[in-house]
């Protein structure tokens, strides 16, 4: 293995614990219950559901930073506020092992009505968090009697459940929200992607459909004056626009069926996204069955290759395993890059549902780090001995970017997380020698320390 970054690691459907491979080693740093301290001064067990992770270098440092997790929660919390979440606390690594400096710090969303459900995100050129809220209620009533959360008073002089389903920009340095950004629309949030001019930044929908969204703010740093746009797809999927959509505050929340009707392409649950050589590697996870009735009628356009891949009859479309996109920022040309399946050479490797991602440069190779969210055997998504389990297993894989027409055989299996638990919100170390990841809602039978959710760092690069 002299030429290989890892010995990938080896199918396995019985693990309570973390995977890796020979000469790698993993440390918890922070997980569910750990005391966080408020702004207030308030101490109290953190939540769960650790998600998206970003590491904050202090002096440039890739031994030396805070880490700002986002909590995907949606329940009520007398203390820490109801909803969602965030966590910013400072690590350091010594005799290379990493280490957490003082306390753990809960942000502060008061400020902004509180959260719900903060999934992925990025980080600003100005150094903040855009955290995103991947899930809303439908109604006030829904806020209480599905979520448990019993404020459901006015907010901004607005019914309270129109208040969730938007972005949020954070300063990880005061542990506070500073706003909700309006200008992104209303929708499932489920990743983003600012780009280096400091103005455009790229969003994914984790919706049925998904639309690809693109902002472009007007001053850098400002997005609270820009356009919001969305991706059409050519007929012949060699090229696209971005098609602009109305600012008004009514669209924006409405956004997904604004963009619809006015052409964008339609996709199927997507979530993460990330920028690699001007293009963007979408992660799109798939689904059971459902139909495209109600777009379709609108006008909407099902992206080509689920009409190629994915169509069974009529308006209806089945995707088991989902796949990862490519998006060429320079041609506007999407492809599949990636489809999800059991491979020819092992009935048991079954990549599926792809979600959080990321990216490294390890020894001058730029490879795509790829987390799964299978949720079980949901519609045929995992292979027989998992499926007769009744049971979650996810992986993590390295996909070497330098293959231009990769296979299923092309992934190297890096990690076989806790049995139950979602791999999320991974993010390297500007060096590439330590890797951050999430083992989320873990089987609550695992054996002590993966029973809760928590965030590793893992290092032997």
């Known amino acids: 293995m002299q030429n290989e970054l890892f010995k990938p690691v080896a199918i396995n459907y019985d693990n309570h614990t973390v995977l890796i491979p020979e000469g790698f080693k993993y440390r918890i740093l922070f997980s569910e219950d750990d005391t966080v301290v408020t702004n207030s001064g308030i101490r109290a067990g953190a939540k769960g559901s650790q998600d998206m992770v970003i590491y904050l270098p202090i002096d440039n440092s890739s031994e030396h930073g805070y880490l700002y997790v986002n909590h995907e929660e949606h329940k009520p919390n007398a203390l820490l506020g109801d909803g969602g979440g965030g966590t910013v606390f400072e690590v350091k690594k010594e005799n290379e092992e990493w280490k957490v400096i ?115 703010a007007k001053e850098k740093g400002d997005y609270n004056n820009g356009q919001l746009y969305a991706y059409q797809q050519s007929a012949d999927a060699e090229t696209g626009t971005w098609i602009e959509l109305p600012m008004q505050e009514d669209s924006l929340m409405d956004i997904i069926d604004v963009s619809v009707r006015k052409g964008a392409s339609m996709f199927i649950s997507h979530e993460w996204i990330e920028e690699v050589d001007v293009k963007l590697y979408i992660t799109e996870s798939g689904t059971n069955e459902f139909d495209f009735d109600k777009e379709i009628a609108m006008g909407g356009k099902p992206a080509k290759h689920l009409n190629e891949l994915c169509r069974t009859t009529g308006n209806s479309y089945r995707d088991p395993f989902g796949r990862i996109l490519e ?35 390890i020894k001058g190779k730029k490879y795509l780090v790829i987390s799964e969210d299978t949720h079980g055997n949901r519609n045929g998504s995992a292979s027989a001995t998992v499926v007769a389990k009744d049971e979650t297993y996810n992986e993590v894989y390295f996909l070497d970017l330098s293959i231009k027409n990769p296979t299923l055989e092309d992934l190297k299996r890096f990690m076989v997380a806790p049995e139950g638990c979602e791999t999320t919100g991974n993010m390297f170390t500007p060096d590439g020698k330590t890797y951050f990841v999430s083992i989320q809602h873990p089987s609550t039978t695992n054996p002590a320390p993966f029973n809760k959710s928590s965030i590793i760092a893992i290092t032997g690069f």
């Open 327 to 361: 998006l060429d920022l320079k041609t506007n040309k999407l492809r599949v890059l990636l489809n999800g399946g059991i491979t020819k050479i092992d009935s048991m490797f079954c990549f599926s549902s792809p979600d959080a991602m990321t990216s490294v440069t």
């Open 102 to 216: 003082g306390d753990f710090h809960a942000i502060d969303f008061s400020n902004v009505g509180e959260t719900f459900r903060n999934c992925g995100g990025t980080i600003t050129p100005n150094g903040t968090i855009l955290t995103t809220e991947e899930e809303f209620p439908l109604s006030n009533t829904e806020i209480n009697s599905r979520f448990g959360i019993t404020d459901t008073a006015d907010y901004n002089c607005k019914k309270k459940y129109l208040n969730y389903g938007w972005m949020i920009e954070v300063d990880p340095k005061t542990h506070q929200a500073i706003k909700k950004i309006k200008n992104f629309g209303r929708y499932r949030h489920e990743d983003a992607q600012c780009m280096p001019d400091g103005k455009t930044v790229y969003l994914t929908s984790d919706n049925k459909p998904a639309i690809i969204f693109k902002y472009v």
